[in-house]
């Protein structure tokens, strides 16, 4: 793949991951002011077992397919490519089936892991329970959904998966905000039963996704195996090769895929310790289990939803570059290679690290913008805290692709648990002593060791110099400090002259600031010449002529 088609796939990638992760940002506001923070807490005990059981049903299979494709597609082996892609639809059906099994009986013991049965204060038992089965029911079809999508990632068509990503994602949105508001404020029903059909729509958004998907592979799919139907590689006798088995398929393809479905296990599994400890561990530093689930609320939902912004274009380019990386590093072409990954980590932090700062200095604006004004005191300090952590992710899930890519997997398993390990230690010890906001410090100090590991096997194993890469992200941070400190100015300035009574205030403050914010970010990136050796030059066509660097 060319570096213009890194840069397309990516930019199609990010486009669509934005699109979608800012519906769901959009989608929270509302859906908070019918429901509120226990109605957020309750939401996330259906999801974050969800998320996880999600993973286990489909074993990191899909993101594989796409690595598998890529190299197959190389080698011009395309009767592979079509025989395991059949087999899998099978084999993502069956594990789908069981996921949703497995998940709906264990239900009540998940729910009873993360709630009083004997405390009447918050969220019950009975509502968890429904909430987790009502969500379970999306296992039946998501795995097949991932997998064509894994398809056409393999042969670098991002379309189909960036137009299914946006459509599920209206689907679901749709479906939650209108049938929300019909249970609890139309028909008089019950938090517990609202947001339990909230989660269902996990499922008919994946309908609708599963639908574009299949419309898709119609029209382009099977265009792409009629096109290299009985293609593959010739010895060197002109002869054919014997045809892989599909055990010998599935032993490579799970080879990639089983340390794939644990690194993108890594988000879940440390929301998953934070549903496990949260709770215990604020009771236990005195709150009451009301005040607990909302502050757990606003910091698994309403807060993460805000810090995943930032990680946009790293989850985009974790997705492009596994087929990328793995075409470089299969035809032996190291240049292109360090080419590709110095390029990689210039664009994420060209645009997280400014996001995420300018996000923790804007926390309470922006907080007191997107949500209630009366859950500032709440949502603001943990927010404030965990935006920096929006650097980590992007770094994490970018570096586990590109050791994917290098087949150096295990490398990104043993970072993981590292990690996880780290945060299941410091957890409750952190928000004994910290409060809230030390579930996400113990979530950076888990993230910082597993990056300190992969960046290393990075160096190792694709004798990639990072040299090049520091001194930008020297610049980039010095940059961004200037913008952080001219925001917090203009912030306070317009503070103390609105007064900050209405949620205008905070419409305006947040406005102007990150106005300002942007426009003083690029232009010292444009005057230095920063813009241009992360973007390439044709950002040069966007920037009128007196901002130009001379």
């Known amino acids: 793949m060319s570096d213009k088609q890194l840069i397309r796939g990516t930019a199609i990638m990010t486009a669509a991951i934005f699109a979608s992760k800012m519906l769901g940002i959009i989608y929270i506001f509302p859906f908070q002011a019918i429901v509120g923070l226990e109605g957020l807490a309750l939401y996330t005990y259906g999801y974050t077992p969800y998320t996880i059981f999600l993973s286990l049903s489909t074993l990191g299979i899909p993101i594989a397919i796409s690595k598998f494709v890529s190299k197959y597609n190389t080698l011009g082996d395309y009767d592979t490519i079509r025989r395991l892609f059949r087999s899998g639809l099978v084999v993502m059906t069956v594990t789908g089936i069981l996921a949703f099994s497995l998940l709906f009986m264990l239900a009540e013991p998940i729910a009873r892991q993360f709630l009083n049965p004997d405390d009447l204060d918050g969220n019950s038992i009975a509502d968890a329970v429904f909430t987790i089965r009502m969500v379970s029911v999306a296992l039946i079809i998501i795995p097949v959904m991932s997998s064509i999508r894994g398809y056409f990632q393999g042969f670098n068509m991002m379309g189909p998966t960036a137009i299914s990503q946006v459509v599920e994602q209206l689907i679901r949105i749709a479906f939650i905000l209108i049938l929300t508001w019909l249970i609890l404020d139309v028909w008089g029903g019950e938090l517990g039963t609202a947001v339990g059909f909230a989660t269902f729509g996990a499922f008919v958004g994946a309908v609708g996704s599963l639908g574009i998907l299949t419309y898709f592979f119609r029209k382009t799919g099977r265009y792409l195996n009629d096109v290299n139907i009985g293609k593959q590689p010739m010895n060197p006798d002109g002869t054919k090769p014997a045809q892989k088995s599909l055990p010998a398929i599935y032993k490579e393809l799970l080879a990639y895929a089983v340390p794939i479905s644990l690194v993108g296990l890594a988000i879940p599994l440390y929301q998953m310790i934070d549903l496990l400890t949260f709770n215990e561990a604020m009771m236990g530093g005195g709150y009451t289990q009301r005040e607990a689930e909302q502050y757990f609320g606003a910091y698994s939902q309403a807060v993460h939803k805000l810090v995943l912004i930032p990680v946009t274009i790293a989850t985009a380019m974790s997705l492009t570059i596994i087929p990328t990386v793995t075409a470089a590093f299969t035809t032996g072409d190291r240049t292109r290679l360090n080419g590709q990954i110095t390029q990689i980590y210039q664009i994420i932090f060209f645009f997280t690290v400014p996001a995420a700062i300018g996000l923790m200095v804007l926390a309470v604006p922006a907080y007191g913008t997107l949500y209630s004004i009366e859950d500032i005191q709440i949502g603001a300090p943990i927010l404030q805290f965990y935006a920096p952590v929006a650097i980590l992710f992007s770094v994490f899930a970018v570096t586990a692709a590109l050791l994917q890519g290098l087949n150096r997997q295990k490398v990104a398993v043993l970072a993981l648990l590292i990690g996880i390990l780290t945060k299941l230690i410091v957890n409750i010890p952190f928000i004994t002593w910290f409060g809230p906001v030390g579930a996400p410090l113990a979530t950076a100090a888990g993230y910082i060791l597993a990056i300190m590991v992969m960046v290393w096997a990075v160096e190792h194993f694709a004798g990639f110099a990072f040299a090049t890469v520091w001194k930008r992200l020297l610049l980039i941070t010095i940059f961004s400090a200037v913008m952080a400190a ?50 390439g030059s044709r950002i040069q066509r966007f920037i009128p002529a007196r901002f130009r660097r001379n």
Do not use: C, P, W
Request: proline content about 0%.
């Open 486 to 535: 001219t925001v917090v100015v203009v912030r306070f300035s317009m503070a103390a002259m609105l007064g900050m009574d209405g949620k205008m205030d905070y419409v305006l403050v947040l406005t102007v600031s990150v106005v300002i914010g942007i426009v003083i970010y690029f232009a010292l990136t444009i005057r230095t010449g920063l813009a241009e050796m992360v973007l």
